[in-house]
């Protein structure tokens, strides 16, 4: 099977969208094989699957982590979901700049962005069910989030009064995190 990949604004933040064989049975899609992802400049190593389900208008995120560093593929196995990654690499050209995604059940989307990126999404069905492949094992020490609709950023969510977790609520501001000395485990390449 091959997988398509689609730039974005953002030169490290890939569209991927599988190849998917449908019949009077239903389908049939590989999701990750890894010499079709290094092959297209993916990591062919992912270390964690973290599954999350959500109702309409929750907004999570946006969620990052530096120790290990993380990225993360992120897909909608049921439903509908605004996907989003920030970039948060000091001295990147799209600093502070974003993607967003409409991944759904129907089309199989998947969003990828390496560490350095803040990532979050903001489910559009009665429910939705998000996966996200990581390339770094979860460590609550070394992981934060940058506050959902932070004026510099300007990310174009698609709800007005989300549902959001305590700790979403409370999130730093991108300038906050820049300013942080753990911001340099994300420095754009020169």
């Not at 977790?165 to 501001?173: G, L, P, V, Y």
């Amino acid at each position: 099977m091959q997988i398509q990949v689609e730039k974005t604004s953002i030169n490290d933040v890939i569209v991927v969208v599988p190849e998917i064989y449908e019949d009077q049975r239903g389908f049939f899609t590989e999701v990750y094989r890894k010499d079709q992802f290094e092959k297209v400049g993916l990591p062919g190593n992912f270390v964690q699957l973290n599954h999350s389900g959500s109702v309409r208008g929750v907004v999570r995120g946006l969620h990052f982590q530096w120790d290990p560093p993380m990225g993360k593929l992120m897909r909608v196995t049921r439903g509908k979901a605004f996907l989003v990654a920030v970039d948060i690499r000091k001295g990147s050209p799209t600093l502070g700049k974003w993607v967003g995604i409409e991944a759904s059940e129907e089309n199989r989307k998947q969003l990828w962005a390496p560490a350095g990126f803040a990532r979050g999404f903001c489910v559009l069905s009665d429910f939705a069910e998000i996966h996200y492949l990581c390339t770094g094992v979860y460590n609550p020490q070394g992981e934060s989030g940058i506050l959902w609709n932070d004026p510099e950023i300007g990310i174009s969510w698609p709800v007005q009064n989300p549902i959001l977790s305590e700790k979403d609520q409370k999130a730093q501001t991108l300038k906050e995190w820049l300013a942080r000395n753990e911001s340099n485990f994300f420095v754009y390449p020169q």
